[in-house]
């Protein structure tokens, strides 16, 4: 029940989110017009609630053909984000195209961070249960690691959310969301494939790179 009215409740703020901070929008497109070229936004296939896959936009933050030329990861000393870029990883700027994705119900606004369709497939059958609920924008191993930790324990924290959903929970990581956001803290760049991706072999054909 509480799910079903939260995503009534998602739908409509993000709707009224988009007409407000169109100007932001905006804004941000010609930036990225400007100074990156097209494409403007990224979209790539994540993974949703119930293993339904669909499409997830966020403004681009990378060079062009950054998957090919980074293998899959982002190290430094290849440059595939430029400065534009790295300002609106850290102040998450480049996610507000996702409230496209939560009026159509594909995520929420509180929720595990949808994955790779290439991570989910090597999930184990308790890691899977991170799917059992709507994937969202911002979620508990987001306010907790944003991007440091790497996926086995982000997962973990993913299902001590799921086991405590409820509005008090959402309220409090809405909260330090914000908190995190304006602090900028917890975005890295420069990880490796052994630092992130230890769900199982690091795959090197193939693999896209989660923005």
């Given at each position: 029940?509480?799910?079903?009215?939260?995503?009534?409740?998602?739908?409509?703020?993000?709707?009224?989110?988009?007409?407000?901070?169109s100007p932001v929008l905006v804004a941000l497109t010609i930036a990225v017009l400007?100074?990156?070229?097209?494409?403007?936004l990224f979209r790539q296939k994540r993974v949703g609630q119930g293993g339904r896959?669909?499409?997830?936009?966020?403004?681009?933050?990378?060079?062009?053909?950054?998957?090919?030329?980074?293998?899959?990861?982002?190290?430094?000393?290849?440059?595939?984000?430029?400065?534009?870029?790295?300002?609106?990883?850290?102040?998450?700027?480049?996610?507000?195209?996702?409230?496209?994705?939560?009026?159509?119900?594909?995520?929420?606004?509180?929720?595990?961070?949808?994955?790779?369709?290439?991570?989910?497939?090597?999930?184990?059958?308790?890691?899977?249960?991170?799917?059992?609920?709507?994937?969202?924008?911002?979620?508990?191993?987001?306010?907790?690691?944003?991007?440091?930790?790497?996926?086995?324990?982000?997962?973990?924290?993913?299902?001590?959310?799921?086991?405590?959903?409820?509005?008090?929970?959402?309220?409090?990581?809405?909260?330090?969301?914000?908190?995190?956001?304006?602090?900028?803290?917890?975005?890295?760049?420069?990880?490796?494939?052994?630092e992130v991706d230890d769900l199982g072999p690091a795959r090197t054909n193939g693999?896209?790179?989660?923005?």
């Open positions: 029940m509480y799910l079903t009215l939260r995503g009534v409740i998602d739908r409509v703020i993000a709707a009224v989110a988009l007409v407000v901070l400007v100074r990156m070229g097209r494409p403007v896959e669909f499409f997830i936009y966020k403004f681009r933050t990378m060079v062009q053909d950054a998957e090919q030329r980074g293998g899959g990861y982002m190290p430094a000393e290849m440059n595939l984000i430029p400065p534009l870029g790295a300002f609106l990883r850290k102040t998450s700027l480049d996610e507000l195209p996702q409230l496209l994705n939560i009026l159509k119900g594909d995520i929420s606004i509180v929720g595990p961070r949808p994955a790779l369709p290439s991570q989910y497939a090597r999930y184990t059958s308790r890691q899977a249960g991170r799917v059992s609920v709507p994937q969202g924008l911002t979620g508990l191993a987001q306010v907790l690691h944003r991007n440091e930790a790497p996926w086995s324990v982000r997962i973990e924290t993913d299902l001590r959310y799921i086991d405590r959903i409820g509005p008090g929970t959402d309220f409090r990581i809405l909260c330090a969301t914000a908190v995190r956001v304006l602090r900028g803290t917890g975005v890295r760049t420069d990880q490796t494939a052994g693999e896209q790179v989660a923005e």
